[in-house]
């Protein structure tokens, strides 16, 4: 059993209007990879929000007195504060550079998902508006061009509670379930399982970010070749949703 991990390169800085779906299929076309049915392809947020003209000028942005007492506790620019609250539902933590959040899209993460690298200096990338649209309008363009069964998965890069460094996460899914439920199954000794499920979309998204790199890899697609599941998980309707703990079952913040 085995399962592939191919990076797409030669993908040009992405500015916005750009046809991300047109973009893949040239890179493709360059490198001589053509797609087969189940691939799933990886793509990383920064490349959705800049063509989506979703990119903040931080010095566009005026500091309440909220954001000022964060940025005092935090030690980030307040301008940038003011830009990860009005991101936010919520404001969970603050430490020393760090503002833990709930973002307007349900994530609790570190900033709310806004981004400075691979951007100009004073710019900075929000979370996509809508990355399960995003991912959807993706896989659509590529399984009519190619009439094949895919999955689309939008990526990023954010800590975990308890744990030190960053790992890549889902944030945007299309065609296939990215939470695998696996109750009523047995493990090696037969007992039932009651409560497993596990978290595929996030499991794709932290192998592909193993070729995607934090840095100047310069490869913001991942084809995923080989896994096995995909017809199982296979699901055109479902988002990302599933991921998310709603509040009121998370413990850590009650």
Not at 28 to 44: C, R, T, V, Y
Request: with cysteine; charged share 25%; aromatic share 6%.
């Amino acid at each position: 059993m085995s399962i592939e991990l191919i990076g797409i390169n030669g993908i040009p800085l992405v500015k916005k209007g750009d046809n991300i779906s047109k973009l893949i299929i040239e890179a493709l076309n360059n490198q001589d990879i053509s797609l087969k049915n189940e691939d799933i392809l990886l793509i990383a947020e920064t490349l959705i929000s800049k063509a989506e003209g979703n990119i903040f000028k931080l010095s566009n942005f005026i500091p309440s007195d909220e954001s000022i007492a964060i940025a005092q506790k935090s030690g980030k620019d307040p301008k940038l504060v003011e830009a990860i609250i009005q991101e936010s539902n919520e404001v969970i933590e603050v430490g020393s550079n760090f503002v833990i959040t709930e973002t307007k899209h349900g994530f609790v993460c570190a900033n709310s998902g806004i981004d400075e690298s691979n951007v100009d200096e004073g710019f900075a990338t929000p979370m996509p508006e809508n990355a399960d649209k995003s991912a959807n309008e993706i896989r659509e363009f590529l399984e009519n061009k190619y009439d094949l069964e895919l999955g689309v998965i939008i990526t990023d890069t954010q800590g975990r509670a308890f744990r030190n460094g960053a790992v890549g996460v889902a944030i945007g899914c299309s065609g296939i379930n990215p939470l695998w439920s696996r109750v009523g199954e047995t493990d090696l000794y037969g007992r039932e399982l009651q409560t497993t499920e596990v978290a595929i979309g996030d499991e794709l998204a932290a192998a592909a970010s193993l070729l995607m790199g934090q840095a100047n890899e310069g490869i913001p697609v991942v084809i995923i070749r080989g896994f096995k599941n995909f017809e199982n998980l296979r699901n055109s309707y479902c988002g990302i949703s599933p991921l998310l703990r709603v509040k009121e079952f998370d413990v850590f913040r009650k």
